[in-house]
T-cell receptor, first 117, second 117 residues
Framework: AQKVTQAQTEISVVEKEDVTLDCVYE???????LFWYKQPPSGELVFLIR??????QNEISGRYSWNFQKSTSSFNFTITASQVVDSAVYFC??????????????FGRGTQLTVWP | NAGVTQTPKFRVLKTGQSMTLLCAQD?????MYWYRQDPGMGLRLIHY?????TTAKGEVPDGYNVSRLKKQNFLLGLESAAPSQTSVYFC????WGAGRTSTDTQYFGPGTRLTVL
């Protein structure tokens, strides 16, 4: 079975604080992809990052960083020095089986991040 | 290059009415998906297609039908709308390639907000 759990339903921080969004996943597949999507108040889904199961290197993109740990089945997302524009719902998602499969995404329920000025 | 587009953006239906949601992509992707998003539920897969002329059921297919007559278009139909189908509908198309250099990623349209009275 495939499952993605985002235990934090809502998080509120003040601008310039660092914030970490947690994501825990379950899959029996040895090959899989993990994703983070951002959904701002306007409603569209914006792709942020994809991580392959065989690549545990952490990634940094500007103020965003991702920590992938297979040992704990976690793929956490940290925003450094948060800004009001970071306010959005963030979804973690899983595609099992790699590129040769149907590619359907299993989504967590999302974390609503609110950054106050 | 418009990516993934959806028509219409908003729609209000009465119970029992029918309608078709149109999704179009200009990225020459084989795989396309329809998801619905409900509060606190994340996104759930309704139907998907792995190529022109092929469709299959996802996690929540009841009450919906789909067609993929052209590679670039994926239609979602509601034959007899029910209030339980009030939701935001997202279409996605998938780029992928096998192996460690795979770019397996789904790109989403802007969504259609449907209300069934």
């Amino acid at each position: 079975a495939q499952k993605v759990t985002q235990a934090q339903t809502e998080i509120s921080v003040v601008e310039k604080e660092d914030v970490t969004l947690d994501c825990v996943y379950e899959t029996r597949d040895t090959t899989y992809y993990l994703f983070w999507y951002k959904q701002p108040p306007s409603g569209e889904l914006v792709f942020l990052i994809r991580r392959n199961s065989f690549d545990e290197q952490n990634e940094i993109s500007g103020r965003y960083s991702w920590n992938f740990q297979k040992s704990t089945s976690s793929f956490n997302f940290t925003i450094t020095a948060s800004q009001v524009v970071d306010s959005a719902v963030y979804f973690c998602a899983l595609t099992p089986g790699g590129g040769s499969t149907l590619g359907r995404l299993y989504f967590g329920r999302g974390t609503q991040l609110t950054v106050w000025p | 290059n418009a990516g993934v587009t959806q028509t219409p953006k908003f729609r209000v239906l009465k119970t029992g009415q029918s309608m078709t949601l149109l999704c179009a992509q200009d990225m020459n992707h084989e795989y396309m998906y329809w998801y619905r998003q409900d509060p606190g539920m994340g996104l759930r897969l309704i139907h998907y297609s792995v190529g022109e002329g092929t469709t299959a059921k996802g996690e929540v297919p009841d009450g919906y039908n789909v067609s993929r007559l052209k590679k670039q278009n994926f239609l979602l139909g509601l034959e007899s709308a029910a209030p339980s189908q009030t939701s935001v509908y997202f279409c996605a198309s998938r780029s992928w390639g096998a192996g460690r250099t795979s770019t397996d990623t789904q790109y989403f349209g802007p969504g259609t907000r449907l209300t069934v009275l």
